[in-house]
């Protein structure tokens, strides 16, 4: 939940997930973190995420004010790279770069 569960929600169909929780409008969560369902489908084509779907993102605290998902989300779509790129929170960066080295996280910024 909240910016720091946002991985959980934009990257269920890449882990096996079935669904993830979305709301209608932005100020109309259900629980906090709840990305619009216009971002899923728009920003983030979560309908295209997949096993093979690359990872990369943007790592900070905090990293919910930023457009690279916007940009390079839509880099991406423009030349048909299997890619997502999603705001991770991140308190510690050694931790997570010693927690995340899956060949599915492909590159971040910071």
């Known amino acids: ?6 991985i959980s929600r934009l ?21 906090l973190g709840q990305p619009t369902i216009s971002d899923l489908l728009n920003v983030y ?3 295209q995420i997949g096993p093979d779907t690359k990872v990369f993102g943007i790592i900070g605290k905090p990293v919910g ?10 880099a991406f779509r423009s030349v048909g790279l299997n890619a997502v790129y999603v705001p ?13 080295t899956s060949l599915d ?6």
Do not use: W
């Open 1 to 6: 939940m909240s910016e720091r569960g946002a």
């Open 11 to 31: 990257l269920c169909p890449k882990f096996g997930g079935y669904l993830t929780f979305a709301t209608l409008d932005v100020g109309k969560e259900s629980a």
């Open 45 to 47: 084509n979560i309908k």
């Open 65 to 74: 004010h930023s457009k690279s998902p916007i940009l390079h989300n839509a």
């Open 88 to 100: 991770l929170l991140v308190d510690d960066v050694a931790n997570f770069l010693n927690a995340y």
């Open 105 to 110: 996280f492909a590159g971040f910024s910071l």
